[in-house]
């Protein structure tokens, strides 16, 4: 028997439709006058979602994803908290530059949400990629830099359950 070709899409699509549902509500602080408003955009968002990325292309881990939120949390605060303070305090070190760094992950979304992760890193901000290498923008080079950045690597393949090369 054949199977509707809809039925691999229903499952995601719930979900999907489901989180931004939270997602809007959290953001409307519950408001229900919104509710009106908030159908059609939360359908097209999860129609948006759906065609950018094909359900099953990254298998998200529920506990390694939560952990990437509170380092991408802990990282914007930290980053923000830095850039200030380099800012304001003509002794602490400021020498931009650039780097470039070898991505390990595979290509595809895995690879952007690292770049827009990499931005959150203290002190830095993902320019382009290209191949194998992003090109990223520092307030200061540092070995601290290239450890940072290599494990936000590593959590974000974890949380995606992506193997990275070497």
Do not use: C
């Not at 199977?3 to 489901?18: D, I």
């Not at 994803?65 to 914007?76: E, I, P, R, Y």
């Not at 990499?118 to 923008?137: A, F, K, N, Y």
């Amino acid at each position: 028997m054949n199977r509707p070709r809809y039925l691999p899409w229903l499952a995601p699509a719930l979900r999907r439709v489901a989180l931004l549902s939270v997602l809007w509500m959290i953001l409307t602080k519950g408001d229900l006058d919104t509710l009106p408003f908030a159908l059609p955009a939360v359908l097209v968002a999860a129609g948006i979602s759906l065609r950018l990325t094909s359900p099953g292309e990254m298998s998200w881990r529920l506990g390694s994803v939560a952990t990437l939120v509170g380092v991408f949390a802990v990282q914007s605060l930290r980053g923000g908290v830095d850039v200030a303070r380099r800012a304001l305090n003509p002794r602490l070190p400021i020498a931009p530059g650039f780097i470039r760094y070898h991505i390990r992950l595979p290509e595809g979304r895995g690879r952007v949400l690292f770049a827009n992760g990499v931005s959150l890193t203290p002190g830095t901000l993902s320019v382009r990629i290209h191949d194998d290498e992003l090109l990223i923008h520092v307030l200061h080079r540092s070995a601290g830099v290239d450890r940072s950045i290599r494990r936000l690597e590593d959590r974000i393949a974890e949380a995606i359950g992506a193997a990275l090369t070497s």
